[in-house]
């Protein structure tokens, strides 16, 4: 009895983690999807909820650094009426464990200057989010470098 006891608890877990996984993924990805549209409506008061305040980080070629400075940074940017600052999200990955959850993404900062000219910074990078205990997930670990622009060819044009 107990053999078939466990037998049925094995058969039913993996449904169960898998549909966990799924439900996970799933506010994650409203999560993020939720910080970029804050961000680009000028949404001061919730862009850093997306981070834990234990966050540490990495950008290529700046120290290390925390949830200060990025809400600092998020903020003073938010406030720079001078330029507009839009994100677009790309989530190439989840994979959740428990309660971490690894994202694969890129995001794409565009810059409108007061000229009307644009800036565009491609940002791959990697985020480690944990669950909260009220159910929300945040990020507490990434890091991210930016893609250096490169000319075009016209041969590459044509591919």
């Known amino acids: 009895m107990l053999a078939t006891a466990l037998l049925a608890l094995l058969l039913f877990a993996a449904p169960a983690r898998e549909a966990f996984a799924d439900d996970a993924e799933e506010k994650?990805?409203?999560t993020l999807q939720s910080w970029t549209k804050d961000f680009n409506s000028g949404n001061a008061d919730a862009v850093c909820a997306l981070f834990s305040s234990e966050l540490r980080y990495d950008f290529r070629g700046?120290?290390?650094?925390?949830?200060?400075?990025i809400c600092t940074l998020l903020h003073r940017s938010m406030r720079d009426k001078s330029k507009r600052y839009t994100y677009s999200l790309d989530i190439r990955e989840i994979m959740v464990s428990a309660d971490l959850a690894v994202v694969?993404?890129?995001w794409k900062l565009t810059v409108t200057l007061?000229?009307?000219q644009t800036?565009?910074?491609t940002e791959p990078g990697m985020d480690v989010?944990?669950?909260?205990?009220?159910?929300a997930w945040k990020i507490v670990r990434y890091i991210?470098?930016?893609?250096?622009e490169r000319p075009v060819s016209g041969a590459e044009?044509?591919?």
């Open 119 to 121: 800036v565009t910074s």
């Open 104 to 106: 694969r993404l890129v």
């Open 129 to 135: 989010l944990r669950k909260q205990p009220d159910g």
């Open 144 to 148: 991210a470098y930016e893609v250096p």
């Open 114 to 116: 007061p000229t009307g």
């Open 62 to 69: 700046y120290p290390e650094r925390g949830y200060d400075d």
């Open 28 to 30: 994650i990805r409203a």
């Open 157 to 159: 044009e044509n591919r």
